[in-house]
């Protein structure tokens, strides 16, 4: 892990220096998405990828440091993971 507290992170800290999804992937699919088994429908868990589409998008981290952006695209392949195994 990187322990730097000062200066520019997004230029040599990759993703996973930064977080840890494990526990959010040791996460059941109903849990990780939100829906109960009898919801999980394919066209609810499309649903489901939509919203998070939606909010993980990367126009949202336009402005932000890069770092952010690969934040939200492994967010965004656990949840794509989940919806795959749920339909």
Do not use: Y
Not at 41 to 60: I, K, N, W
């Amino acid at each position: 892990r990187h322990t730097r507290l000062q200066g520019d992170w997004s230029s040599d800290v990759c993703s996973s220096d930064l977080w840890d999804l494990t526990q959010l992937r040791g996460l059941s699919d109903v849990e990780l998405l939100g829906i109960s088994a009898a919801e999980g429908t394919p066209e609810q868990v499309g649903q489901v990828r939509r919203r998070f589409a939606s909010v993980l998008h990367p126009d949202r981290v336009r402005d932000l440091p890069a770092w952010a952006g690969g934040l939200f695209a492994e967010l965004m392949g656990v949840i794509n993971e989940a919806c795959d195994r749920s339909k």
